[in-house]
């Protein structure tokens, strides 16, 4: 049984637009910290945007502030990634994860993610 499982890839021309949704079965959805990370064939998986707990605090990685927008539903049990803008460089597989945190706190790093989804793929062509 897949805990986190993402949907909304596909392949979009430069300057569209995707919106990403990941389901989590995790029974106590609001207390992880959630997270969007991504990795193109040959680099290192990178970080995308996370959210806390309560809603209340986002980051995102640089090369996508601005452009890309988290949210996450605590009835529903699902994250969103909305993709604006997109470049050719941000074609990738991208992945949900979730992890644990107190109230506020956000991850950035992908070591303190315990769950991971499968990944949807996102192609950008030019």
């Known amino acids: 049984q897949m805990l986190l499982v993402e949907s909304g890839g596909g392949s979009v021309e430069a300057g569209g637009s995707l919106r990403l949704s990941c389901s989590v079965s995790l029974y106590t959805f609001s207390d992880y910290i959630l997270g969007w990370f991504r990795q193109a064939p040959g680099k290192e998986r990178e970080f995308v945007a996370t959210?806390?707990?309560?809603?209340?605090?986002?980051r995102y990685g640089d090369s996508v502030r601005g452009r890309f927008s988290i949210s996450r539903d605590n009835g529903q049990k699902t994250t969103s990634l909305q993709l604006t803008n997109l470049k050719p460089e941000d074609t990738a597989t991208y992945y949900c994860?979730?992890?644990?945190?107190?109230?506020?706190?956000?991850?950035?790093?992908?070591?303190?993610?315990?769950?991971w989804g499968r990944g949807t793929q996102v192609t950008v062509t030019s």
């Open positions: 959210i806390s707990r309560g809603n209340k605090v986002k």
């Open positions: 994860a979730a992890g644990t945190g107190v109230t506020g706190e956000v991850h950035t790093d992908v070591r303190r993610y315990v769950y």
